[in-house]
C-alpha cells in the first residue's frame, strides 16, 4: 500500500458517520466502512460511470459541466481522490454545494503532488486554491490537515526548483468543510 493511501485510510478512520451520505467518485474506492463508524441510512455513489467492478452509481454526471440538480441533499458528501479529474473545479464545486444540506458536511481528500496516472488525470490544487473555490461556492472551511511525503527526499528535490516553499513536505490535504 503506498503512503497516499495509507494516509488516506488513516484520515477515514478518523470519521463518525451519522445521516444520509453521497460519495462523489465513488465507484473506484467506496467509502462505505471504511470510516471510523457508519450510521448512514442512506448512502449513493455519483460518478461520471455507471458501474465499475460491480459497484454502481446512483447518479451518473461530470462534475465538470453543469449538472441537474439532485432532488435530494445529503448530510455528509465524500470526494475522495476526486479533484484531480476536475478540469474545471469551480463548477464542479458549484455542482457539489446543491447536494449538500446546508449545515452538511463535505470531506475532500486531495493530493496537488502526485505522479500523474492513468485515466482521467487533469488538475493538482494547492491548500491557497482548495479554500478559495469551497468559499466561492458556498462552503465554511472547517480543518485543512496536510498530507506529508514519506521522507526529506522531495522537499529537497523541490528546493532544487525553488527555494519558496510555503508548506514544505505536504502532498495534499485532507479538509473539512461545512455548507453554508
Known sequence: MSNARRQIEAWLKTIDVKGSVLDVGGLFW????????????????????????????AYVCDLNKPCNPLYLLYDIVFCVEVTDHFWNPVQAFRNIATMVAKGGTL???????????????????????????????????????????????LGTALDLESKVQYHKGETGYFVQARKI
Open 30 to 57: 467506496p467509502v462505505r466502512g471504511r470510516t471510523k463508524s457508519w450510521d448512514a441510512g442512506l448512502y449513493d455513489i455519483l460518478d461520471v460511470k455507471p458501474t465499475r467492478n460491480g459497484v454502481t452509481a
Open 107 to 153: 470531506y475532500i481528500s486531495s493530493n496537488f503532488l502526485f505522479p500523474h496516472h492513468t485515466g482521467f488525470d487533469c488538475i493538482r490544487l494547492t491548500r491557497t486554491g482548495l479554500e478559495k473555490i469551497l468559499t466561492e461556492t458556498g462552503f465554511e472551511v472547517v480543518e485543512v490537515k496536510p498530507r506529508m511525503a514519506v521522507n526529506e527526499q
